[in-house]
């Protein structure tokens, strides 16, 4: 009989353990999503624990409760914004639907929102769909795509110092002023200056035209690219006229030399 009440007393306590610690247990902390990303920040979004609803197949349908703090100085009219959702693997497998409107500076407000999953959501993503005028400004400059070509084809292609491959090539600008900027073996290096407004779209096209080089050129192993006249080359040394003065250079410091085709002068 002892026996058997120690017993049902360890299993007691065990059922007591296990209980403390469930009614102990930390809920996971609220995802938090703050927009813009970067610069001032303008609302604050808490999402609690997701609730499964229902499900069929692969579908499944979820509810969490949504806290949206203003964090700006004036009042948010109205904004939209699209809840794009991810598993674990950063793949996206579903999407919802959120609405704020009249959020005075420091309101909160409280709501619950749906999402529709193919998974376990692991993390978020807020895209902003409708604005109000005065949020345009916070919304990410707007890029246009233009084609950008040169005569010759196949130079190489940077955009504000940025190597952005070879012509022709589609690339992606934003509003403002930029500096496309061209190069191939056997021509001159050329900038093309590029401004895009806001009110552009996409489907425009620049075309640069190499003009031809008229010197030979050095590449040089530390970096550096001369452009001269190759005087003579032997096993051991090249010898350059760079701007009407000779230079000699160490075989050894010549990467690559590039001549350029010239008459035989006349007799």
Same mark, same amino acid.
């Not at 360890?10 to 296990?18: D, E, M, N, R, S």
């Not at 246009?144 to 940025?162: F, M, R, Y």
């Not at 080359?233 to 990467?255: C, D, L, P, W, Y």
């Given at each position: 009989?002892? /026996?058997? +009440?120690?017993?049902?007393?360890?299993?007691?306590?065990? %059922?007591?353990?296990?209980?403390? $610690?469930?009614?102990?247990?930390?809920?996971?902390?609220?995802?938090? %999503? =703050?927009?813009?990303?970067?610069?001032?920040?303008?609302?604050?979004?808490?999402?609690?624990?997701?609730?499964?609803?229902?499900?069929?197949?692969? +579908?499944?349908?979820?509810?969490?409760? =949504?806290? $949206?703090?203003?964090?700006?100085?004036?009042?948010?009219?109205?904004? *939209? !914004?699209?809840?794009?959702?991810?598993?674990? $693997?950063?793949?996206? %497998?579903?999407?919802?639907?959120?609405?704020?409107?009249? =959020?005075?500076?420091?309101?909160?407000?409280?709501?619950?929102?749906?999402?529709?999953?193919?998974?376990?959501?692991?993390?978020?993503?807020?895209?902003? #769909?409708?604005?109000?005028?005065?949020?345009?400004? !916070?919304?990410?400059?707007?890029?246009?795509? %233009?084609?950008?070509?040169?005569?010759?084809?196949? /130079?190489?292609?940077?955009?504000?110092?940025?190597? $952005?491959?070879?012509?022709?090539?589609?690339?992606? =600008?934003?509003?403002?002023?930029?500096?496309?900027? !061209?190069?191939? *073996?056997?021509?001159?290096?050329?900038?093309?200056?590029?401004?895009?407004?806001?009110?552009?779209?996409?489907?425009?096209?620049?075309?640069?035209?190499?003009?031809?080089?008229?010197?030979?050129?050095?590449?040089? #192993?530390?970096?550096?690219?001369?452009?001269?006249?190759?005087?003579?080359?032997?096993?051991?040394?090249?010898?350059? +006229?760079?701007?009407?003065?000779?230079?000699?250079?160490?075989?050894?410091?010549?990467? +690559?030399?590039?001549?350029?085709?010239?008459?035989?002068?006349?007799?």
């Amino acid at each position: 009989m002892r /026996a058997y +009440r120690l017993a049902t007393w360890c299993i007691g306590l065990a %059922i007591g353990l296990v209980l403390f $610690a469930a009614g102990n247990a930390k809920e996971p902390p609220p995802q938090v %999503i =703050v927009w813009p990303a970067s610069g001032q920040p303008v609302v604050r979004f808490s999402f609690g624990k997701f609730k499964e609803i229902s499900s069929t197949g692969k +579908r499944h349908d979820y509810t969490t409760d =949504v806290t $949206a703090e203003n964090l700006w100085n004036k009042k948010i009219s109205r904004a *939209e !914004f699209a809840l794009y959702v991810f598993d674990k $693997a950063k793949v996206r %497998i579903g999407d919802g639907w959120i609405a704020i409107s009249d =959020v005075g500076p420091g309101g909160v407000v409280k709501f619950q929102t749906g999402i529709t999953a193919s998974g376990t959501i692991a993390s978020m993503e807020l895209v902003p #769909r409708s604005l109000p005028t005065e949020l345009q400004a !916070f919304l990410p400059p707007k890029a246009i795509s %233009i084609t950008v070509n040169s005569v010759p084809q196949g /130079a190489e292609l940077k955009i504000d110092g940025t190597p $952005a491959g070879t012509t022709p090539k589609i690339v992606q =600008v934003t509003p403002g002023k930029h500096g496309l900027t !061209f190069s191939k *073996e056997g021509f001159n290096s050329g900038t093309f200056p590029l401004e895009i407004t806001p009110d552009d779209v996409s489907g425009g096209s620049v075309s640069y035209e190499l003009g031809t080089s008229a010197h030979d050129t050095l590449e040089l #192993r530390d970096g550096s690219v001369l452009s001269g006249d190759v005087q003579s080359m032997s096993a051991t040394e090249v010898v350059v +006229r760079i701007g009407g003065t000779v230079q000699h250079f160490s075989r050894n410091q010549v990467k +690559r030399i590039v001549l350029i085709q010239r008459e035989p002068p006349s007799e």
